[in-house]
């Protein structure tokens, strides 16, 4: 199973950006798929997660300014960020709960995409 984190970039404050993160591979089920972000210097924090059922859960920091979202069909999983801050620049990972065609499952991660904002 790989996750392929696309979508980041440099944008201006106030601005918006969409990231997005394709599963590949042996799936059967994806389970939850999130997204976390590593600011420089900084540890790894949730910003969102999203279940099979559709139900998101958010961190105090962006909710109201971010939306995840998730195609199951292409077990794709998208971040839409708005009103983007100064920090929210950081290195976007996705991640996800993954059952495979083996009926194993297990925790995977994308290589990071990297969102700076700018003033």
């Known amino acids: 199973v790989q996750l392929q984190a696309s979508g980041g970039g440099l944008v201006q404050a106030g601005g918006s950006l969409r990231v997005s993160c394709a599963a590949s591979?042996?799936?059967?089920?994806?389970?939850?798929m999130a997204w976390y972000r590593q600011a420089p210097g900084k540890e790894r924090a949730l910003v969102a997660t999203?279940?099979?059922?559709?139900?998101?859960v958010y961190a105090d920091s962006v909710k109201g300014r971010f939306i995840i979202s998730r195609d199951n069909a292409k077990n794709t999983v998208y971040l839409q960020m708005n009103s983007l801050k100064l920090e929210d620049t950081a290195a976007y990972y996705c991640?996800?709960?993954?059952?495979?065609?083996?009926?194993?499952?297990?925790?995977?991660w994308g290589q990071g995409t990297l969102v700076t904002v700018s003033s």
């Open positions: 991640n996800a709960d993954i059952i495979t065609g083996d009926n194993r499952r297990g925790v995977y």
């Open positions: 591979g042996n799936i059967v089920s994806t389970n939850y």
């Open positions: 999203i279940a099979n059922s559709g139900l998101t």
